[in-house]
């Protein structure tokens, strides 16, 4: 169960990246 939270929380966590980045690259378009 312990592995499935850590997994769910790295997909989150790549995700904030992925939106992180989406939003930095809009701004200096």
């Known amino acids: 169960m312990s592995?499935?939270?850590g997994?769910?929380?790295f997909y989150?966590?790549?995700?904030?990246i992925?939106?992180?980045a989406v939003?930095?690259?809009e701004q200096h378009w």
């Not at 989150?12 to 904030?16: E, M, P, T, Y």
């Open 12 to 16: 989150i966590f790549i995700a904030a």
């Open 3 to 5: 592995e499935a939270l």
């Open 18 to 20: 992925i939106v992180v």
């Open 23 to 25: 939003l930095y690259l």
């Open 7 to 9: 997994i769910t929380a």
